[in-house]
């Protein structure tokens, strides 16, 4: 694998690693945000995942993730 496709990996690891401390975050909330920890951790959330899915990695020729 080329330099390029693990830096690929290795951030989109970066990336899943911060979506598991958004969910320790606000598990970890006062009692006053319970009732809004689903959407704190939703928004979070998305945010991680659109720019997961915005930063494709080639693999090998014809292989996109």
């Given at each position: 694998?080329?330099?390029?496709?693990?830096f690929?990996?290795?951030n989109?690891?970066?990336?899943?690693?911060?979506?598991?401390?958004?969910?320790?975050?606000?598990?970890?909330?006062?009692?006053?945000?319970r009732?809004?920890q689903?959407?704190?951790?939703?928004?979070?959330?998305?945010?991680?995942?659109?720019?997961?899915?915005?930063?494709?990695?080639?693999?090998q020729?014809?292989?996109?993730?």
């Open positions: 694998m080329d330099r390029e496709a693990q690929a990996l290795i989109n690891a970066a990336l899943l690693l911060s979506l598991s401390m958004i969910y320790e975050l606000t598990y970890l909330a006062s009692v006053r945000l009732r809004l689903p959407y704190i951790s939703g928004c979070f959330i998305a945010i991680i995942c659109i720019i997961i899915m915005s930063a494709p990695f080639t693999l020729s014809g292989i996109i993730f």
